[in-house]
């Protein structure tokens, strides 16, 4: 597992995480002015994840799982974000629409089930989708997420 470190500055004081919450975004986000990566973007919506899972395998943490981030409106106390990233550059429409079918490279899938296990035993819990923990207002990871495997392989 290859963990790239990009801190974020967005983020509140400190945590004791026991629930992994899973998200998605576009690997890419364009925003009809600028074309930004999904690091970039939470920078700039003055948001953060924990961790950013690229298709590539590579996971990009932006800060340590005793650090509060902002990445589910009302569970940011004690969880830890994961990011997968959708392939390419998306708009809001054509992300909602890429994560209605399957979206997740082998490298993402084993690189995300390693961390998610690394972070098991780190005393983690349980593991929640941010769609079910904001219905009706987000949607991710979506139908293309292929999650019962997911929470199988990981064990919560």
């Avoid at 003055?46 to 943490?61: E, M, R």
């Avoid at 987000?138 to 199988?152: R, S």
Wanted: neutral net charge.
């Amino acid at each position: 597992m290859q963990i790239a470190t990009i801190e974020s500055q967005f983020g509140g004081g400190s945590q004791n995480p026991d629930k992994i919450i899973i998200h998605a975004m576009g690997e890419y986000i364009d925003n009809g002015q600028k074309d930004y990566h999904a690091k970039e973007w939470l920078d700039v919506l003055g948001l953060s994840a924990h961790y950013l899972v690229c298709p590539s395998g590579v996971i990009i943490q932006t800060r340590n799982i005793d650090q509060k981030t902002w990445h589910a409106k009302g569970h940011n106390t004690n969880t830890v974000g994961i990011e997968f990233l959708v392939s390419g550059l998306h708009t809001y429409g054509t992300f909602l629409e890429a994560i209605k079918r399957k979206y997740l490279t082998k490298q993402q899938y084993d690189a995300g089930v390693a961390l998610c296990l690394q972070l098991k035993g780190k005393g983690l819990s349980k593991m929640d989708r941010h769609e079910t923990l904001d219905p009706g207002r987000k949607f991710d990871p979506g139908k293309g997420f292929p999650w019962e495997t997911f929470k199988n392989d990981v064990g919560l």
